[in-house]
């Protein structure tokens, strides 16, 4: 069984954290991957910074620029996850565009996080259609899992074909917006998230957008099983360092 | 299998019928139809054979219209006996010998015996679909009956023919049922009202009847695809919306009612057609036959309100009352910002901090036309980020907002959608140089590629003509090998940005890269979709212009025709200087723009 799938069988809300792969510095990524373990997150997603990431607003944006300046790379992350399964036992997730994996070649790329021990990918430019006809057969054969995206615009059908080509959870987008747009949630999302819920998917869903603090972890965690910090966790490590990640986890978990 | 468009009525539109070659033009001389013809016929090639059509009419004036208007065929609507057919055929009252096509309305059943008696008399017979009135009814019969068909004699197919029933015919072509079937006769679906014919629908129907190989390498397929290029990998986010769209634009597009508001406003807003203009000067100075196609004389000064008048309609189909637009030059934006104005809608326009500094007089222009222009402050600073920053609007208005992308780009339908739109650009050229030069055909088109959306208009209605050969004009900045360049077909390679599959310029790593170009309308590190297949194909032989050799085409067009060009199309202009061409060849070139907007770039460069 994939990391991925146990930790969605643990009987706990779970706690996601996004941060982008050589930001601050080029060479944070291992120290954050482990703080954020020990702080008690429950799976990381890897952010492997992309020139032109369409749904991510300035934070994620910002901090990719100068992830690339800093010389971050696919072939420099993958180095430096070389290891990262002597230590690291929480699932770990690698979330970039295509257009990067694409120029890997996409095989080798899924060769590579197998062999690192990466458990999923979500790649939010790769529609799900696109997914299915070309490349699930390769991921399936890598034992990756790829997550994909809903939207509260996302029909109920096209919701459940979603559900039925994945294996992990879904990754709820809270309301229609990119990346650090806007945070906490209305009846709007409320009404979504039960929606949702009411649909009785095979896959758990997992909420992301607009999550930053304790109170909107707990408002999304209600229906759903868990939830995702990016943005909020980006500007914490912009702002304070690297150095006080456990307070931040600490602050959402309390 | 032969065409004949019938229901003719206004000269223009017979000119530009009769320049897509049917077979067959129909004049209806029935005073009880809407497209009764009551004027002149122009003078059309030999190869189309007139044809009268009558409805029980008084013989003799049959054959004084056949001697007045130089028919060659007569197609009889009515209740005509077999007599009156053989009359038609043995008078020595006529000039010349029509052709006698005699008409049988087809309804539920067909009693195929009542045309033993006309066997002898006419030349064909054509099978309608019965209606109210004779012809032009609407709807198709059930044309498996002709499996009974127990004549030999050829016969016309009619009745309800449209650009839908494409895939009907093919499957009608296979079967035993069209084994006589000679012709086939369109009318009331092709047209914006009665009378009045849809060119652009027309040659489209025709292209595709043709079921031309050729025809489908280039055009996009059903899932979004130019041979390897295009597609839409987009986030989940933008699937509602590019999903809404890719249901309905051609269903929209293919309304009449559309098509002719449509057309309406490229005439009378846009000054459409605009000239297809021979340039003496400029043709002597470099020994051959140089056309400019002056998108340059479109209201607001560029091809560019081609696409968003044809897109803010789309906006209004779709229910949408907020408008957003990505812009390099500005003419985009201020296209965009113009139809919005013209519709009372909403507008925010997304235009890089660098290309807001060099093209000041368009920014103004689009606050005066009560836009929004906010900057893109990422990246480069120039088209490709003003284009994130355009989808990332979307992103976050999902459900009131329509994006008007400026360019043959983004995810599928946009490429599409687009190169359809400035294809009307092609479609005056065909009878406008079939005007000048007595053919519909040049030996090049040529046109400047940013996205590539003037290029897609001026090619679209050539793509398929194998000795029309086509020339892609990108800009080579400082020079392709300098590092400064935006040109994609060289430095580019197979990858996604903004939706689509395609080539760009990018890192090994799989990173956009940056591009340079004088111009802001050529400033793009991908190019559209179909030109990445036209490139890779072969079909489009693609050049390079360096900066300093378009501002010296500029220069040279200024002082040789009058005409200052836009930066952008003067990159198209200095191919001229480096490739010879034919002293008979012609050469069509898109005049994509004007040069108002570039006014101070060439002061500074020219030291003026
Ligand atoms: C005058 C003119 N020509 C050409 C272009 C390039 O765009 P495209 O390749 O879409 O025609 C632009 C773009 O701004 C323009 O303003």
Redesign the pocket.
């Known amino acids: 069984m994939n990391r991925i799938q146990t930790k969605l069988e643990e009987d706990k809300k779970l706690l996601s954290i996004y941060f982008t792969a050589g930001y601050p510095n080029l060479d944070d990524t291992t120290k954050i991957i482990h703080d954020l373990e020990k702080s008690g997150v429950d799976m990381i997603e890897i952010g492997l910074p992309f020139s032109d990431p369409l749904a991510d607003g300035p934070t994620i944006q910002d901090s990719s620029t100068q992830a690339l300046k800093n010389g971050m790379t696919t072939e420099v992350l993958f180095n430096q996850l070389k290891n990262i399964r002597k230590s690291v036992n929480i699932p770990l997730i690698i979330m970039g565009y295509f257009n990067p994996m694409l120029q890997y070649g996409v095989e080798d790329f899924c060769k590579k996080c197998q062999e690192i021990g990466i458990d999923g990918l979500i790649i939010p430019d790769l529609p799900v259609d696109v997914y299915h006809e070309e490349y699930k057969a390769i991921f399936d054969s890598y034992g990756l899992i790829n997550v994909f995206l809903i939207t509260p615009q996302t029909s109920d059908e096209r919701i459940r074909f979603i559900d039925s080509v994945s294996d992990g959870f879904i990754y709820m987008v809270s309301s229609a917006s990119t990346t650090g747009a806007k945070s906490g949630f209305g009846n709007e999302q409320t009404e979504y998230f039960k929606r949702i819920d009411n649909l009785n998917l095979k896959n758990p869903q997992i909420v992301g957008f607009g999550i930053s603090n304790n109170r909107t972890f707990k408002a999304a965690t209600t229906y759903a099983k868990g939830a995702i910090i990016g943005s909020a966790f980006v500007k914490h490590v912009t702002n304070e360092g690297i150095e006080t990640i456990p307070n931040f986890v600490n602050s959402i978990l309390k | 299998m032969k065409l004949k468009v019938c229901g003719m009525k206004y000269q223009d539109n017979i000119e530009q019928v009769a320049a897509i070659q049917p077979d067959y033009l129909g004049f209806i001389f029935y005073e009880k139809t809407p497209r009764h013809f009551n004027t002149k016929i122009p003078k059309l090639s030999s190869d189309i054979k007139k044809t009268g059509v009558f409805v029980n009419e008084d013989l003799n004036k049959v054959i004084q219209k056949i001697n007045e208007f130089d028919l060659q065929a007569v197609q009889l609507h009515g209740e005509e006996a077999p007599f009156y057919c053989n009359m038609l055929r043995t008078t020595t009252l006529l000039k010349k010998p029509v052709e006698v096509i005699k008409v049988f309305s087809v309804m539920d059943g067909f009693n195929f015996k009542i045309l033993d008696e006309y066997e002898a008399v006419c030349d064909y017979y054509l099978f309608d679909t019965k209606g109210k009135l004779p012809g032009g009814n609407g709807y198709t019969f059930d044309w498996s009956l002709l499996n009974d068909y127990p004549s030999t004699k050829l016969f016309f197919l009619s009745g309800g023919i449209g650009i839908d029933e494409v895939e009907d015919i093919r499957k009608f072509k296979e079967s035993d049922a069209s084994k006589y079937c000679y012709a086939l006769d369109v009318n009331s679906k092709f047209e914006l009202e009665p009378g009045l014919k849809n060119i652009g629908v027309l040659r489209e129907f025709i292209n595709k009847l043709s079921n031309n190989k050729k025809m489908q390498e280039y055009n996009v397929d059903e899932r979004g695809y130019y041979g390897n290029f295009g597609g839409a990998f987009i986030p989940e986010m933008l699937y509602p919306n590019v999903e809404e769209l890719r249901q309905n634009y051609l269903k929209i597009m293919g309304d009449p009612d559309f098509k002719k508001e449509f057309d309406q406003l490229l005439k009378d807003y846009v000054g459409r057609p605009s000239p297809l203009y021979f340039a003496k000067r400029l043709s002597e100075n470099y020994n051959t036959k140089i056309y400019l196609k002056r ?2 004389l479109n209201h607001t ?4 309100i081609n696409n968003t008048i044809g897109q803010i309609l789309m906006a209004k189909r779709l229910g949408k009352n907020r408008i957003i637009a990505e ?6 934006g201020v296209a965009t910002a113009t139809v919005c104005a013209l519709m009372g809608l909403e507008c925010i326009v997304y235009m890089g901090e660098i290309d807001i500094a060099r093209q000041a007089p368009n920014v103004a222009r689009m606050k005066m036309l009560g836009a929004k222009v906010i900057p893109a402050l990422s990246g480069s600073r120039t088209l490709k980020d003003a284009t994130n920053e355009a989808i990332r609007d979307w992103i976050n208005n999902p459900v009131n907002t329509h994006y008007i992308i ?3 780009i983004g995810p599928h339908p946009y490429p599409d959608m687009v190169t359809r739109f400035q294809s009307v650009i092609s479609e005056e050229i065909k009878w406008q140089l079939k005007e000048q030069e007595g053919r519909e055909n040049p030996d090049y088109v040529a ?10 208009g001026t090619y679209y209605h050539f793509l398929h003509e194998e000795n029309v050969k086509i020339i892609a004009v990108e800009a080579a900045g400082l020079g392709v090998d300098s590092g400064e360049s935006a040109a994609t077909s060289v430095l580019g390679k197979e990858g996604i940005i903004h939706g689509c599959k395609t080539l760009l310029m990018q890192t090994d790593d799989g990173q956009i890269t940056e591009p340079y170009s004088i111009s ?3 400033d793009y590190p991908g190019v ?1 979709p179909m030109h990445a297949h036209l490139s890779k194909t072969g079909r489009a032989e693609f050049m390079s212009i360096t900066d300093s050799d378009a501002m010296e085409a500029g220069l040279e067009l200024s002082k040789l025709e009058g005409i200052i060009p ?1 930066i ?2 003067s990159h198209a202009l200095a191919i001229f200087k480096h490739k010879t061409f034919k002293q008979e060849d012609i050469v069509v070139m898109s005049l ?3 040069g108002d907007k570039d006014l101070q770039n060439y002061i500074d460069y020219f030291k003026i």
């Open positions: 998108e340059d000064g560029a091809h560019k812009t390099g030059a500005g003419q985009h400026g360019s043959a046109a400047c590629i940013g996205g590539g959306s003037n290029a897609a802001a309308g050529l559209g836009a952008e199309t994509s723009g004007r």
